[in-house]
């Protein structure tokens, strides 16, 4: 888990073993987490999930301050 700020973001990296899958769109855990962060923060909250290597999904958030 790594967390940064900037003069404009907050940053949030976890990084977890797995791989994303690419038959299925969003389960209802990140469908709901999208939605939350949209009512909350608007277009200034993103969040991207990476495929880092062969058995490690990373999770960004960033988030304007």
């Known amino acids: 888990i790594r967390c ?3 003069e404009a ?3 949030l990296s976890v990084i977890n ?3 994303l ?3 299925r769109g969003n389960g209802v855990g990140l469908s ?3 939605e939350r962060l949209r009512l909350l923060y608007g277009d200034t909250a993103e969040l991207t999930l990476l495929q880092r290597n062969d058995n490690a999904v990373e999770a960004k958030l ?3 301050l």
């Open 4 to 6: 940064a700020k900037d």
């Open 32 to 34: 709901n987490l999208t």
């Open 62 to 64: 960033r988030i304007a």
């Open 21 to 23: 899958s690419q038959e």
């Open 17 to 19: 073993s797995g791989m």
């Open 9 to 11: 973001h907050v940053h």
